[in-house]
Each structure stands twice: as C-alpha cells, then as structure tokens.
C-alpha cells in the first residue's frame, strides 16, 4: 500500500511543476516592451544668430520605437511655437539614430536667454500582443540670443535679500541660471529646498526660512545640467 500511495503522490507534484512552467511561460509572453534610447547630449542650445539646431537620438532597444518631440514653455512664454520641429514624430529603426532639427522662426530679436524644455517620448512598436511602454526622456533647452553674450558663470548675477521671514531670490540678469535645488544659509548650514533647477531672466522666488542668514550657499549647475563647485554669495541687508 504504501508504494502504491507514493506512486499516486508522483502526478500532482509534476503537475503543479508543468503548471508553474506554464505561468511562467504567460507571464514571460506578456511582459511589456520597453523603449529604450539614447540622447546625443544633456542639453540644446538653440543660437538665435545661427537659427536651428540639429540632436541625434539613438534607439537602443531591439524593436523599432516611434518618437515623438515637442517643446515646451517654462516662463508662460509661447517661444516653443516659433520653433519648428522637423520631424515631430518619427520611426527609429532597432540599433538605428535619427536626426531632430529645431528650426527658430524669423521674429522679433530676443532681449534675453529663454530656457524651454525639450521632452523626448518613444513607444515601441513591438510584436502583436505584446504591452506598450512609453518612455520620456525631458531636457533643457536654451535659446541664445545673439545680442546677449555668453557666460559660464550667470549665478553672478544673483542677488539676495530677506524680508521678513522670506529669502528673496533675484536674478536681475539676462541670463537663464541653472542650478542645484536647495541652498544652504549661513550661519546655521540650514537647508532650504527649491522648486526647480533654475531661475529664469527677471525671475524673483521667496523663500520661507528663518533666522537672518548672512551667506548662500549654492550649486550652480552648466549649461547642460552638470554640477559645478558650490559657490558662495553674500545675503544683502
């Protein structure tokens, strides 16, 4: 009896065994298919005297994927619509790049740096039955205007003042000042968070803190979002 039993034990185990095969085998069989791509760089820079750019993306995955391109305002601004992208949206081979052309329409001249970003968005056309994944790769990107000369060091221009309770942070300049999200008040070494990694031409945040800080510290970052070595500016009275 007792080798009949473990004969009769034998079927259920290699069944449960098959089944779990067999889950595995679904679970493989609808795993999504993800884009997957490579930016030329971790910024554009448009120069207004030159007017157009050109960016490469490479499709890094397996499958072709559809890319599609926009531009979009960070200063309530509408500069993005003077820009024409060419082409907006594309197909990209597997292992295969293709070429993005940001052409700046004839206008006004620019008085100041504009920085837009620069969002990527690729899905891959994968086989039928198979999930879709988009994957977005965003970026900035900054117009040049060919009145304002470059600099490699815009944060300069940084002023800042306290008001009540309230860090003021100006930039006066006409340059776009990329940089760290938080700062360090001295004394204290207390951190204060900042909503983005910029600040615009002309643009005044305020910040909540407390105490009457005397210095910042900061982060500047490059033009393309690198970090650079922190910085240290007076706090006006």
């Given at each position: ?25 679904s679970l493989l069989m609808v795993t ?28 890094t995955s397996s499958a072709p994927l ?83 000369a470059q600099t490699k060091t815009p ?83």
């Amino acid at each position: 009896m007792s080798i009949t039993s473990r004969k009769n034990a034998h079927p259920p185990l290699l069944l449960s065994i098959l089944l779990g095969l067999g889950l595995l085998v679904s679970l493989l069989m609808v795993t999504p298919a993800q884009a997957s791509f490579k930016l030329e760089s971790t910024g554009i820079i448009l120069n207004e005297s030159e007017g157009r750019v050109s960016f490469n993306i490479q499709n890094t995955s397996s499958a072709p994927l559809l890319l599609v391109t926009k531009l979009i305002d960070l200063d309530g601004g509408n500069l993005s619509k003077q820009i024409l992208i060419s082409p907006p949206i594309t197909r990209i081979d597997a292992d295969q790049s293709q070429q993005v052309n940001f052409v700046l329409k004839k206008g006004a001249p620019l008085t100041h740096e504009v920085l837009l970003k620069a969002s990527f968005e690729g899905v891959s056309q994968a086989v039928d039955n198979s999930a879709k994944m988009p994957i977005r790769q965003d970026i900035g990107f900054i117009v040049q205007p060919s009145s304002v000369a470059q600099t490699k060091t815009p944060w300069e221009d940084l002023k800042f003042s306290v008001e009540g309770q309230q860090l003021v942070i100006t930039n006066p300049g006409k340059h776009v000042i990329r940089l760290a999200p938080q700062l360090t008040l001295l004394p204290g070494n207390k951190i204060v968070p900042l909503e983005n990694y910029y600040l615009l031409a002309g643009e005044t945040k305020r910040l909540a803190i407390s105490g009457n800080p005397t210095s910042i510290i900061l982060t500047p970052l490059s033009r393309y979002g690198f970090k650079l070595p922190e910085v240290t500016l007076p706090v006006s009275k």
